[in-house]
């Protein structure tokens, strides 16, 4: 798998779970998601675990 693969999984990953966070803050009633996405630190403590988790995705599939 090319570096380009790389980074788009990282980035799929990251941005994939600040829209999905912001959808479901946006829908929901306000108890539903986790308080601490409602700040940026959340949130991005958040993305930046999804990132790190999409990267892992492409480095162990490129393995195969």
Not at 14 to 28: E, N, Q, S, T, Y
């Amino acid at each position: 798998m090319a570096c380009g693969a790389h980074a788009l999984f990282t980035a799929a990953a990251g941005l994939g779970m600040v829209a999905a966070v912001r959808a479901v803050d946006a829908l929901a009633p306000m108890p539903v998601f986790i308080d601490a996405t409602r700040g940026w630190p959340g949130l991005l403590s958040m993305a930046a675990g999804a990132a790190l988790g999409g990267w892992l995705c492409a480095r162990l599939s490129a393995q195969r």
